[in-house]
C-alpha cells in the first residue's frame, strides 16, 4: 500500500510570489491534514480537509489556503511568500471515523524563501 | 486548548542504552500518539495508545490517562533511534485535529 505522498520535494521561492504543494493521501483515508514545521519549531497546524471540504484551520494569515479534490488529494498554496514562510510542511492523511483518526504523515516540501 | 509538555527536550546517549521519553497533558484524553522524525523529517506513527501499554520491538508506550501522561520506552538504543520523538493528543474533547508536544530530540553515538 503507498503511503502519503507529496510533492515537489523542495521549493525556492522569492519573497511576494505564490507556492503550490501538493499531497496525495493513503487510498481510503478522507482526511488531509496539513502542517508547518519552521526551523526550531514544533508542528503547527495549518488546514484540515475531509470529504472536500475545510473543516478548520490554525492560528494562519488567509494568504495560507488550499483545497482538497474529489480524489482526496490536497493542494496547500501560500501566498504573498514571506520570509518567515521557509518551512517544512507536512501533510498527513488519516480516517475521520471519529475524532482525531491515526496520523500518516508524508516525506514533506522543504520550501525556501528568499 | 491542551497543553502538553514533553521531557527531556535533548537526550544523548550511547548506543545499547535505554531510555524513558514522557509526555504530559493538562486534560483527560482519548487519543494519544507517538511519532519518531528522522534527521531527514520524516515522520513515522510509533504508537497509537490511549491507554495501556504496548509494545513494539525494542520500542514500548504506557499511557496513563487518570494521571495525564504517556511515556516512551527505547531498550537498547541504535544510532538508527536518533531524532525527534513526538506526542500529540487531540486539541480538545473529540477534536479531530492533534495538539503536538515540542519534542525529545535524541541523539544516539556508536
Known amino acids: 500500500e503507498a503511503g502519503v505522498t507529496q510533492s515537489p520535494t523542495h521549493l525556492i521561492k522569492t519573497r511576494g510570489q505564490q507556492a503550490t504543494l501538493r499531497c496525495s493521501p493513503i487510498s481510503g483515508h478522507t482526511s488531509v491534514y496539513w502542517y508547518q514545521q519552521a526551523l526550531g519549531l514544533g508542528l503547527q497546524f495549518l488546514l484540515w480537509?475531509?470529504?472536500?471540504?475545510?473543516?478548520n484551520r490554525g492560528n494562519f494569515p488567509p494568504r495560507f489556503s488550499g483545497r482538497q479534490f474529489p480524489n482526496y488529494s490536497s493542494e496547500l498554496n501560500v501566498n504573498a511568500l514571506e520570509l518567515e514562510d521557509s518551512a517544512l510542511y507536512l501533510c498527513a492523511s488519516s480516517l475521520a471515523t471519529s475524532g482525531m483518526g491515526t496520523q500518516y504523515f508524508g516525506p514533506g516540501t522543504r520550501l525556501t524563501v528568499l | 486548548g491542551i497543553q502538553v509538555e514533553q521531557s527531556p527536550p535533548d537526550l544523548i546517549l550511547q548506543e545499547g542504552a535505554n531510555s524513558t521519553l514522557r509526555c504530559n497533558f493538562s486534560d483527560s484524553v482519548n487519543n494519544l500518539q507517538w511519532f519518531h522524525q528522522n534527521p531527514w523529517g520524516q515522520l513515522i506513527n510509533l504508537f497509537y495508545?490511549?491507554?495501556g501499554t504496548k509494545q513494539n520491538g525494542r520500542l514500548s508506550a504506557t499511557t496513563v490517562a487518570t494521571e495525564r501522561y504517556s511515556l516512551l520506552y527505547i531498550s537498547s538504543s541504535q544510532t538508527t533511534d536518533s531524532g525527534v520523538y513526538f506526542c500529540?493528543?487531540?486539541?480538545?474533547?473529540?477534536?479531530?485535529?492533534?495538539?503536538f508536544g515540542r519534542g525529545t530530540s535524541l541523539i544516539v553515538h556508536p
Open positions: 500529540a493528543v487531540p486539541a480538545s474533547g473529540g477534536s479531530y485535529i492533534p495538539t
Open positions: 480537509y475531509d470529504e472536500g471540504e475545510e473543516r
Open positions: 495508545i490511549p491507554s
